[in-house]
Protein backbone atom coordinates (compact mmCIF):
# COMPACT_ATOMS: atom_id res chain seq x y z
CA UNK A 1 0.00 0.00 0.00
CA UNK A 2 3.22 1.95 -0.71
CA UNK A 3 2.86 5.54 -1.55
CA UNK A 4 5.35 6.72 -4.05
CA UNK A 5 8.01 9.07 -2.66
CA UNK A 6 8.72 11.50 -6.20
CA UNK A 7 9.64 14.59 -5.19
CA UNK A 8 12.76 16.08 -5.89
CA UNK A 9 15.22 14.53 -8.28
CA UNK A 10 18.08 12.92 -6.07
CA UNK A 11 18.08 9.16 -4.99
CA UNK A 12 18.06 9.38 -1.44
CA UNK A 13 15.33 10.06 1.00
CA UNK A 14 17.78 12.57 2.66
CA UNK A 15 18.45 14.37 -0.55
CA UNK A 16 14.75 14.43 -1.86
CA UNK A 17 14.12 16.01 1.85
CA UNK A 18 17.06 18.75 1.47
CA UNK A 19 15.69 19.55 -2.16
CA UNK A 20 12.25 20.07 -0.61
CA UNK A 21 13.60 22.36 2.10
CA UNK A 22 15.69 24.87 -0.35
CA UNK A 23 12.33 25.21 -2.14
CA UNK A 24 10.22 25.81 0.42
CA UNK A 25 13.37 28.43 1.83
CA UNK A 26 12.83 29.73 -1.90
CA UNK A 27 9.38 30.16 -2.36
CA UNK A 28 7.37 30.06 0.63
CA UNK A 29 8.15 33.94 1.50
CA UNK A 30 5.36 34.71 -0.93
CA UNK A 31 3.00 32.19 -0.14
CA UNK A 32 3.42 31.73 3.50
CA UNK A 33 2.18 27.62 3.73
CA UNK A 34 4.36 27.64 6.88
CA UNK A 35 4.29 28.58 10.53
CA UNK A 36 7.41 26.59 11.45
CA UNK A 37 9.55 24.24 9.86
CA UNK A 38 11.14 21.06 11.48
CA UNK A 39 14.29 20.75 9.46
CA UNK A 40 16.56 18.94 11.95
CA UNK A 41 14.03 16.47 13.08
CA UNK A 42 12.70 15.51 9.41
CA UNK A 43 16.15 15.35 7.99
CA UNK A 44 16.94 12.87 11.06
CA UNK A 45 13.78 10.88 9.99
CA UNK A 46 14.74 11.24 6.22
CA UNK A 47 17.98 8.91 7.55
CA UNK A 48 16.35 6.17 9.27
CA UNK A 49 14.10 6.01 6.02
CA UNK A 50 17.43 5.79 3.96
CA UNK A 51 18.38 3.19 6.25
CA UNK A 52 15.32 0.58 6.25
CA UNK A 53 15.14 1.19 2.32
CA UNK A 54 18.59 0.19 1.82
CA UNK A 55 18.63 -3.18 3.73
CA UNK A 56 14.73 -3.63 2.89
CA UNK A 57 14.02 -4.66 6.16
CA UNK A 58 10.89 -3.35 8.15
CA UNK A 59 9.75 -0.86 5.76
CA UNK A 60 6.74 0.81 6.77
CA UNK A 61 3.59 1.76 4.91
CA UNK A 62 4.79 5.78 4.93
CA UNK A 63 7.98 5.18 4.50
CA UNK A 64 10.38 8.42 3.55
CA UNK A 65 6.19 10.23 2.64
CA UNK A 66 6.50 14.31 3.68
CA UNK A 67 4.13 15.28 5.30
CA UNK A 68 2.88 19.22 6.57
CA UNK A 69 0.42 19.26 9.53
CA UNK A 70 -1.68 22.14 10.47
CA UNK A 71 -0.91 23.72 13.44
CA UNK A 72 -3.82 22.29 15.15
CA UNK A 73 -2.43 18.95 15.98
CA UNK A 74 0.38 18.63 18.83
CA UNK A 75 3.71 17.76 17.49
CA UNK A 76 5.73 16.83 20.82
CA UNK A 77 8.72 19.66 21.09
CA UNK A 78 7.62 21.92 18.31
CA UNK A 79 5.04 24.81 18.48
CA UNK A 80 1.50 23.80 18.02
CA UNK A 81 0.05 27.85 17.76
CA UNK A 82 -3.29 26.54 15.99
CA UNK A 83 -2.91 29.98 14.13
CA UNK A 84 -3.17 31.86 16.80
CA UNK A 85 -1.29 34.44 19.44
CA UNK A 86 -2.88 32.97 22.36
CA UNK A 87 -0.37 29.78 21.95
CA UNK A 88 2.08 30.96 19.50
CA UNK A 89 4.75 29.96 22.33
CA UNK A 90 2.81 26.72 23.27
CA UNK A 91 4.87 23.96 22.68
CA UNK A 92 3.23 20.02 23.80
CA UNK A 93 4.92 17.60 25.79
CA UNK A 94 3.03 14.72 23.47
CA UNK A 95 2.00 14.16 19.85
CA UNK A 96 -1.56 13.73 19.04
CA UNK A 97 -2.36 10.41 18.20
CA UNK A 98 -2.33 10.94 14.51
CA UNK A 99 1.10 12.10 14.52
CA UNK A 100 2.12 9.22 16.57
CA UNK A 101 0.62 6.24 14.02
CA UNK A 102 2.38 8.76 11.11
CA UNK A 103 5.48 8.77 12.53
CA UNK A 104 5.65 4.99 13.52
CA UNK A 105 4.27 4.30 10.09
CA UNK A 106 7.49 6.52 8.73
CA UNK A 107 6.40 9.43 7.70
CA UNK A 108 8.56 12.99 7.53
CA UNK A 109 6.95 15.68 8.88
CA UNK A 110 8.35 19.27 6.78
CA UNK A 111 6.26 21.21 9.34
CA UNK A 112 3.54 22.94 10.65
CA UNK A 113 1.25 24.58 7.93
CA UNK A 114 -0.95 28.02 8.25
CA UNK A 115 -4.38 28.54 9.17
CA UNK A 116 -7.18 30.28 10.38
CA UNK A 117 -7.27 30.94 13.98
CA UNK A 118 -8.69 27.82 15.76
CA UNK A 119 -9.96 26.81 12.15
CA UNK A 120 -12.44 29.49 12.57
CA UNK A 121 -12.59 30.95 8.55
CA UNK A 122 -12.43 30.33 5.22
CA UNK A 123 -9.62 31.85 4.14
CA UNK A 124 -6.87 31.85 5.99
CA UNK A 125 -7.11 34.97 6.51
CA UNK A 126 -7.33 35.17 10.23
CA UNK A 127 -4.17 33.55 10.94
CA UNK A 128 -2.12 35.44 13.71
CA UNK A 129 0.84 34.42 11.36
CA UNK A 130 -0.74 36.31 7.99
CA UNK A 131 -2.60 34.86 5.55
CA UNK A 132 -1.41 31.99 3.31
CA UNK A 133 -2.05 32.99 -0.55
CA UNK A 134 -3.36 30.91 -3.32
CA UNK A 135 0.32 29.44 -5.38
CA UNK A 136 -2.27 29.45 -8.47
CA UNK A 137 -2.58 33.31 -8.19
CA UNK A 138 -0.68 35.21 -5.24
CA UNK A 139 -4.11 38.04 -5.17
CA UNK A 140 -6.13 35.04 -4.14
CA UNK A 141 -6.71 33.57 -1.39
CA UNK A 142 -5.75 29.55 -0.03
CA UNK A 143 -9.01 29.01 1.54
CA UNK A 144 -9.44 27.98 4.84
CA UNK A 145 -9.10 27.12 7.36
CA UNK A 146 -6.33 24.44 6.47
CA UNK A 147 -5.09 26.87 3.77
CA UNK A 148 -1.65 26.32 4.11
CA UNK A 149 -2.26 22.72 4.12
CA UNK A 150 -3.86 22.87 0.61
CA UNK A 151 -1.23 25.34 -0.34
CA UNK A 152 1.90 23.30 0.58
CA UNK A 153 0.28 20.20 -1.18
CA UNK A 154 -0.13 22.57 -4.43
CA UNK A 155 2.62 23.92 -4.01
CA UNK A 156 4.59 20.64 -4.15
CA UNK A 157 6.36 21.31 -1.00
CA UNK A 158 4.49 18.25 0.99
CA UNK A 159 3.22 15.30 -0.78
CA UNK A 160 0.61 15.03 1.87
CA UNK A 161 -1.11 16.95 4.54
CA UNK A 162 -3.19 16.86 7.55
CA UNK A 163 -5.72 19.30 7.93
CA UNK A 164 -8.68 19.50 9.78
CA UNK A 165 -12.53 20.02 8.73
CA UNK A 166 -15.25 20.59 10.92
CA UNK A 167 -17.26 22.85 8.22
CA UNK A 168 -15.13 22.39 5.26
CA UNK A 169 -11.85 23.34 6.01
CA UNK A 170 -10.45 20.61 4.13
CA UNK A 171 -12.75 19.91 1.14
CA UNK A 172 -13.07 23.97 0.64
CA UNK A 173 -9.26 24.87 0.26
CA UNK A 174 -8.87 21.79 -1.21
CA UNK A 175 -11.29 22.93 -4.09
CA UNK A 176 -9.04 26.52 -4.11
CA UNK A 177 -5.93 24.72 -4.48
CA UNK A 178 -6.98 22.44 -7.04
CA UNK A 179 -5.76 18.92 -4.44
CA UNK A 180 -7.69 16.56 -3.94
CA UNK A 181 -9.19 17.12 0.24
CA UNK A 182 -10.56 14.08 1.74
CA UNK A 183 -12.77 14.13 5.42
CA UNK A 184 -13.50 10.92 6.84
CA UNK A 185 -16.89 10.21 8.63
CA UNK A 186 -16.85 11.56 11.65
CA UNK A 187 -15.55 9.58 14.87
CA UNK A 188 -13.01 7.70 11.91
CA UNK A 189 -9.31 9.21 12.62
CA UNK A 190 -8.69 10.63 16.92
CA UNK A 191 -8.54 13.86 17.66
CA UNK A 192 -6.60 13.42 20.64
CA UNK A 193 -3.68 15.55 20.49
CA UNK A 194 -5.70 18.46 18.07
CA UNK A 195 -7.14 21.31 19.11
CA UNK A 196 -10.59 21.82 19.60
CA UNK A 197 -12.85 23.86 17.78
CA UNK A 198 -16.40 22.61 17.95
CA UNK A 199 -15.77 18.89 19.02
CA UNK A 200 -19.33 17.46 17.48
CA UNK A 201 -18.02 18.24 14.50
CA UNK A 202 -14.14 18.42 14.50
CA UNK A 203 -12.75 15.90 12.32
CA UNK A 204 -9.12 15.22 10.34
CA UNK A 205 -8.83 15.34 6.88
CA UNK A 206 -6.10 14.95 4.14
CA UNK A 207 -4.85 16.41 1.43
CA UNK A 208 -2.97 15.05 -1.55
CA UNK A 209 -2.61 15.02 -5.33
CA UNK A 210 -3.73 11.70 -5.98
CA UNK A 211 -7.07 10.32 -4.69
CA UNK A 212 -6.18 7.15 -3.90
CA UNK A 213 -2.90 8.77 -1.50
CA UNK A 214 -5.67 10.70 0.65
CA UNK A 215 -7.19 7.18 1.10
CA UNK A 216 -4.17 5.20 1.67
CA UNK A 217 -3.10 7.87 4.82
CA UNK A 218 -6.53 7.48 6.48
CA UNK A 219 -6.79 3.96 6.26
CA UNK A 220 -3.03 4.16 8.46
CA UNK A 221 -4.25 6.71 10.95
CA UNK A 222 -7.48 5.87 11.25
CA UNK A 223 -9.35 3.18 14.27
CA UNK A 224 -9.86 2.98 17.74
CA UNK A 225 -8.01 5.32 20.37
CA UNK A 226 -8.50 4.60 23.86
CA UNK A 227 -7.61 8.89 24.31
CA UNK A 228 -10.58 9.54 22.15
CA UNK A 229 -14.35 8.11 23.16
CA UNK A 230 -15.38 9.48 19.92
CA UNK A 231 -13.21 7.14 17.45
CA UNK A 232 -15.23 4.34 16.06
CA UNK A 233 -13.87 0.71 16.01
CA UNK A 234 -16.07 0.45 12.55
CA UNK A 235 -14.62 -2.51 10.42
CA UNK A 236 -15.18 -1.14 6.78
CA UNK A 237 -11.89 -0.59 5.38
CA UNK A 238 -11.25 3.51 4.17
CA UNK A 239 -8.57 2.07 1.46
CA UNK A 240 -10.73 -0.42 -0.81
CA UNK A 241 -8.53 -1.80 -3.02
CA UNK A 242 -11.63 -3.31 -4.87
CA UNK A 243 -13.07 0.23 -5.66
CA UNK A 244 -9.53 0.87 -6.60
CA UNK A 245 -9.88 -2.67 -9.41
CA UNK A 246 -13.27 -1.34 -10.54
CA UNK A 247 -13.07 2.64 -10.53
CA UNK A 248 -13.79 2.68 -14.04
CA UNK A 249 -16.86 0.65 -14.49
CA UNK A 250 -19.64 2.54 -12.33
CA UNK A 251 -22.23 0.14 -13.54
CA UNK A 252 -24.80 -0.72 -10.99
CA UNK A 253 -23.54 3.00 -8.85
CA UNK A 254 -25.91 5.57 -8.07
CA UNK A 255 -25.34 9.01 -7.76
CA UNK A 256 -27.38 11.81 -6.22
CA UNK A 257 -27.87 15.56 -7.61
CA UNK A 258 -29.30 17.41 -4.21
CA UNK A 259 -32.37 19.49 -6.05
CA UNK A 260 -31.58 21.97 -3.45
CA UNK A 261 -27.88 22.40 -4.07
CA UNK A 262 -28.71 22.64 -8.11
CA UNK A 263 -30.90 25.08 -7.83
CA UNK A 264 -28.23 27.39 -5.70
CA UNK A 265 -26.76 29.98 -7.36
CA UNK A 266 -23.64 29.19 -8.28
CA UNK A 267 -20.39 30.81 -10.53
CA UNK A 268 -20.44 29.15 -14.12
CA UNK A 269 -17.28 27.84 -13.86
CA UNK A 270 -18.43 25.76 -10.47
CA UNK A 271 -21.66 24.69 -13.09
CA UNK A 272 -19.92 23.84 -15.68
CA UNK A 273 -17.29 21.54 -13.36
CA UNK A 274 -20.51 20.22 -12.25
CA UNK A 275 -21.66 18.99 -15.64
CA UNK A 276 -18.49 17.58 -16.33
CA UNK A 277 -18.87 15.68 -13.70
CA UNK A 278 -22.04 14.30 -13.78
CA UNK A 279 -21.16 13.12 -17.47
CA UNK A 280 -17.64 11.50 -16.87
CA UNK A 281 -19.73 9.37 -14.32
CA UNK A 282 -22.90 8.67 -16.44
CA UNK A 283 -20.18 7.70 -19.30
CA UNK A 284 -18.84 5.04 -17.17
CA UNK A 285 -21.48 3.69 -16.90
CA UNK A 286 -23.37 5.54 -13.30
CA UNK A 287 -27.16 6.41 -13.12
CA UNK A 288 -27.88 9.97 -12.20
CA UNK A 289 -30.90 9.93 -9.41
CA UNK A 290 -32.61 13.34 -7.59
CA UNK A 291 -32.07 13.65 -4.13
CA UNK A 292 -33.99 16.21 -1.84
CA UNK A 293 -32.91 17.68 1.46
CA UNK A 294 -35.16 19.62 2.39
CA UNK A 295 -33.29 20.95 5.21
CA UNK A 296 -30.33 22.46 3.88
CA UNK A 297 -31.23 26.34 3.45
CA UNK A 298 -30.92 25.64 7.31
CA UNK A 299 -27.48 24.12 7.26
CA UNK A 300 -25.78 27.23 7.38
CA UNK A 301 -27.32 28.94 10.33
CA UNK A 302 -27.36 25.43 12.60
CA UNK A 303 -24.15 25.13 11.96
CA UNK A 304 -22.90 28.29 13.43
CA UNK A 305 -25.22 27.84 16.24
CA UNK A 306 -23.84 24.23 17.13
CA UNK A 307 -20.07 25.33 16.11
CA UNK A 308 -19.73 28.54 18.08
CA UNK A 309 -21.65 26.88 20.81
CA UNK A 310 -18.97 24.50 20.93
CA UNK A 311 -16.26 26.82 20.60
CA UNK A 312 -17.36 29.26 23.49
CA UNK A 313 -17.12 26.29 25.64
CA UNK A 314 -13.84 24.36 24.17
CA UNK A 315 -11.80 27.90 24.32
CA UNK A 316 -12.49 28.87 28.10
CA UNK A 317 -9.96 27.09 29.26
CA UNK A 318 -7.19 29.62 27.41
CA UNK A 319 -7.24 31.68 30.66
CA UNK A 320 -3.40 32.52 30.13
CA UNK A 321 -2.24 31.26 33.67
CA UNK A 322 -1.94 27.02 32.93
CA UNK A 323 -0.98 28.26 29.54
CA UNK A 324 -1.29 30.57 26.69
CA UNK A 325 -0.62 34.18 25.97
CA UNK A 326 -0.09 36.09 29.74
CA UNK A 327 -0.32 40.05 29.24
CA UNK A 328 2.94 41.30 30.83
CA UNK A 329 1.11 43.65 33.99
CA UNK A 330 2.46 44.49 36.93
CA UNK A 331 -0.82 46.66 38.36
CA UNK A 332 -2.73 45.34 40.92
CA UNK A 333 -6.02 43.36 39.18
CA UNK A 334 -8.51 41.37 40.19
CA UNK A 335 -7.77 37.38 38.76
CA UNK A 336 -11.48 38.10 36.44
CA UNK A 337 -9.36 41.22 34.79
CA UNK A 338 -6.43 39.27 34.51
CA UNK A 339 -7.99 36.70 32.41
CA UNK A 340 -9.70 38.65 30.69
CA UNK A 341 -6.88 40.85 29.56
CA UNK A 342 -4.79 37.84 28.64
CA UNK A 343 -7.69 36.79 26.61
CA UNK A 344 -8.44 40.07 24.66
CA UNK A 345 -4.81 40.06 24.17
CA UNK A 346 -4.79 35.87 23.18
CA UNK A 347 -8.00 36.44 20.26
CA UNK A 348 -8.06 37.80 17.36
CA UNK A 349 -11.53 39.25 16.18
CA UNK A 350 -13.16 36.53 14.38
CA UNK A 351 -12.66 34.16 17.54
CA UNK A 352 -13.87 36.73 19.87
CA UNK A 353 -17.18 37.22 17.66
CA UNK A 354 -17.39 33.26 17.91
CA UNK A 355 -17.16 33.37 21.49
CA UNK A 356 -19.40 35.88 22.00
CA UNK A 357 -21.92 34.43 19.42
CA UNK A 358 -21.56 30.87 20.96
CA UNK A 359 -21.77 32.34 24.84
CA UNK A 360 -25.48 33.95 23.98
CA UNK A 361 -26.62 31.41 22.31
CA UNK A 362 -25.72 28.92 25.41
CA UNK A 363 -27.25 31.91 27.61
CA UNK A 364 -30.22 31.35 29.92
CA UNK A 365 -33.68 31.94 28.10
CA UNK A 366 -32.07 31.65 24.66
CA UNK A 367 -30.39 28.13 24.72
CA UNK A 368 -33.98 27.09 23.74
CA UNK A 369 -34.59 28.99 20.72
CA UNK A 370 -31.01 28.85 19.63
CA UNK A 371 -28.63 26.00 20.40
CA UNK A 372 -31.31 23.49 20.95
CA UNK A 373 -33.27 24.13 18.03
CA UNK A 374 -29.97 23.84 15.80
CA UNK A 375 -29.42 20.21 17.21
CA UNK A 376 -33.25 19.48 16.26
CA UNK A 377 -32.44 20.68 12.74
CA UNK A 378 -29.20 18.66 12.74
CA UNK A 379 -30.91 15.55 13.81
CA UNK A 380 -33.55 15.93 10.67
CA UNK A 381 -31.01 17.04 8.39
CA UNK A 382 -29.07 13.80 8.93
CA UNK A 383 -32.10 11.75 8.57
CA UNK A 384 -32.75 13.54 5.00
CA UNK A 385 -29.18 12.27 4.46
CA UNK A 386 -29.86 8.58 5.72
CA UNK A 387 -33.32 8.89 2.91
CA UNK A 388 -31.04 9.72 -0.30
CA UNK A 389 -28.32 7.21 0.81
CA UNK A 390 -31.13 4.72 0.53
CA UNK A 391 -31.58 5.19 -3.19
CA UNK A 392 -28.21 6.18 -4.10
CA UNK A 393 -24.35 5.61 -3.30
CA UNK A 394 -23.10 8.78 -3.58
CA UNK A 395 -23.72 12.54 -3.90
CA UNK A 396 -21.95 14.79 -6.53
CA UNK A 397 -22.05 18.30 -5.47
CA UNK A 398 -20.54 21.84 -5.79
CA UNK A 399 -17.78 22.69 -2.63
CA UNK A 400 -18.54 26.19 -3.08
CA UNK A 401 -20.07 28.74 -5.41
CA UNK A 402 -17.06 30.17 -6.74
CA UNK A 403 -13.61 29.55 -7.21
CA UNK A 404 -10.52 31.20 -4.47
CA UNK A 405 -11.69 34.51 -3.40
CA UNK A 406 -9.29 37.09 -3.70
CA UNK A 407 -7.65 38.53 -0.81
CA UNK A 408 -9.86 40.92 1.43
CA UNK A 409 -12.89 40.09 -0.19
CA UNK A 410 -15.09 39.97 2.84
CA UNK A 411 -13.52 42.89 4.84
CA UNK A 412 -16.43 44.14 7.11
CA UNK A 413 -18.88 41.17 6.13
CA UNK A 414 -18.65 38.33 7.83
CA UNK A 415 -21.87 36.84 7.38
CA UNK A 416 -21.31 36.88 3.62
CA UNK A 417 -18.46 34.94 4.02
CA UNK A 418 -20.64 32.73 6.74
CA UNK A 419 -22.53 31.79 3.53
CA UNK A 420 -20.18 30.39 1.24
CA UNK A 421 -20.32 27.63 3.46
CA UNK A 422 -23.95 26.28 2.36
CA UNK A 423 -22.23 23.46 0.46
CA UNK A 424 -19.90 21.72 3.16
CA UNK A 425 -21.24 22.43 6.45
CA UNK A 426 -24.45 20.07 6.49
CA UNK A 427 -22.26 17.23 5.87
CA UNK A 428 -20.16 17.63 9.41
CA UNK A 429 -23.80 18.14 10.85
CA UNK A 430 -24.27 14.59 9.87
CA UNK A 431 -21.02 13.39 10.19
CA UNK A 432 -20.54 11.86 6.82
CA UNK A 433 -17.28 11.68 4.50
CA UNK A 434 -16.82 14.26 1.86
CA UNK A 435 -14.23 14.45 -0.80
CA UNK A 436 -13.02 17.36 -2.83
CA UNK A 437 -11.79 16.35 -6.52
CA UNK A 438 -10.24 19.02 -9.10
CA UNK A 439 -11.64 19.45 -11.95
CA UNK A 440 -9.92 22.21 -14.09
CA UNK A 441 -8.93 25.92 -14.10
CA UNK A 442 -11.67 28.37 -14.42
CA UNK A 443 -10.57 31.50 -17.58
CA UNK A 444 -8.44 33.36 -14.42
CA UNK A 445 -6.59 30.18 -14.00
CA UNK A 446 -7.98 29.57 -10.67
CA UNK A 447 -8.92 25.58 -9.96
CA UNK A 448 -12.07 24.66 -9.44
CA UNK A 449 -13.08 21.33 -7.76
CA UNK A 450 -16.14 18.69 -7.39
CA UNK A 451 -17.48 17.06 -3.84
CA UNK A 452 -18.73 13.69 -3.71
CA UNK A 453 -20.46 12.68 -0.03
CA UNK A 454 -21.02 9.22 0.76
CA UNK A 455 -23.43 7.65 3.91
CA UNK A 456 -21.40 7.19 7.12
CA UNK A 457 -18.57 4.66 6.60
CA UNK A 458 -18.89 4.47 3.21
CA UNK A 459 -15.48 5.74 2.36
CA UNK A 460 -15.20 2.81 -0.05
CA UNK A 461 -17.60 4.31 -2.57
CA UNK A 462 -15.84 7.89 -2.19
CA UNK A 463 -13.06 6.32 -3.50
CA UNK A 464 -14.28 4.60 -6.52
CA UNK A 465 -16.27 7.75 -7.34
CA UNK A 466 -13.37 9.85 -6.95
CA UNK A 467 -11.23 7.69 -9.11
CA UNK A 468 -13.45 7.86 -12.01
CA UNK A 469 -13.49 11.77 -11.56
CA UNK A 470 -9.50 11.98 -11.09
CA UNK A 471 -8.97 9.61 -14.70
CA UNK A 472 -11.11 11.93 -16.51
CA UNK A 473 -10.05 15.15 -15.36
CA UNK A 474 -6.19 14.17 -14.55
CA UNK A 475 -5.45 17.78 -13.16
CA UNK A 476 -2.49 16.32 -10.72
CA UNK A 477 -0.59 16.81 -13.99
CA UNK A 478 -0.85 20.55 -13.69
CA UNK A 479 1.11 22.36 -11.27
CA UNK A 480 0.92 26.10 -10.46
CA UNK A 481 4.19 28.44 -11.30
CA UNK A 482 6.04 29.09 -8.10
N1 LIG B 1 -15.61 28.09 7.34
C1 LIG B 1 -16.12 27.38 8.46
C2 LIG B 1 -15.99 28.22 9.71
O1 LIG B 1 -15.43 29.27 9.63
C3 LIG B 1 -15.46 26.04 8.58
C4 LIG B 1 -14.26 26.00 9.42
C5 LIG B 1 -13.68 24.61 9.60
O2 LIG B 1 -14.09 23.64 8.97
N2 LIG B 1 -12.72 24.53 10.52
O3 LIG B 1 -16.44 27.84 10.75
Known sequence: MNINIDEGSGTSVVSKITEVFSKIEEKDSSINSFISLHKEDALASAAESDKRFKSQEDVRPLEGVSFSIKDMFCVKGHKTTAGSKMLKDFVPPYDATVIKRLKDAGAIILGKANQDEFAMGSTNEMSYFGACKNPWNLKHVAGGSSGGSAASVAARFAKISLGTDTGGSVRQPAHFCGTVGFKPTYGR???????????????????????????????????????????????????????????????????????????????????????????????????????????????????????????????????????????????????????TLNRSEGFGPEVKRRILLGNFSLSSGYIEAFYRK??????????????AFAKVDAILAPVASTAAFKLNAFEGDPLKKFLNDYFTVTVNLSGLPGLTVPVQKNESGLPVGVQLIANQFEEAKLLKAGLSLEDEFKFYEEAPDV
Open 374 to 387: ACQLRRLMREDYFK
Open 189 to 339: VSRYGVVSFASSLDQTGFFSLKVEDAFKVAQVVSGKDTFDQTTSSSEKVIYDSNSVDTAQDLKGFKVGLVKEFMDADVDSDVAKAMELSKNALKARGAEIVEVELPLVEHGVPAYYLIATSEAASNLSRYDGVRYGHRADVNTDMSLEEFY
